[in-house]
């Protein structure tokens, strides 16, 4: 299976905080989880903990190269630019991730945040996103138990594969 490519200064392990949620199931593909990523405005359908979407210099309302983009996480206005974007394609994971960042001085947040969907085999898919962040934000949520990146990405995962699941029906 293939992994998430990490920017420098972002490799896990090295980072002040690290996220990991996978879930691989039958009975979809790619082609029908990638619209609902894809496109923010649709996220707040499907994960609560996503809100105040919008794009800057006229983009959206899908994510491609380089575009910028806001939205608000966890708590946090999160700025956003979007680092790695690779459509689905046979035979080739899909892939999208983003810096994002909050805050200034002691309070900065600063994230990488990528996902990546591929098709197995026996009519699987796998959705891996990871998060990697650093700051003095990040440091105390690395703290916190239950863990709230895990949760909450965990939530986002659920709710993407409901969505898709319901979209087909």
Known sequence: MNAIIWPEGY?????????????IMAGLSVKEIWPLLNTPSLWPTYYKNSADIRFYNKKGPMLEQDVRFY???FGFPVEARVTEYVPPA???PARIAWHGWSGEGETRLDVHHAWLLEDLSGGRVRILTQETQNGNPAKELAKASPNPMINGHQEWLDGLVAAAHAAKA
């Open 11 to 23: 490799i896990p392990g090295f980072c002040d905080n690290f996220a990991s949620n996978e879930v």
């Open 71 to 73: 939205f608000t996480t």
């Open 90 to 92: 046979a035979g080739e």
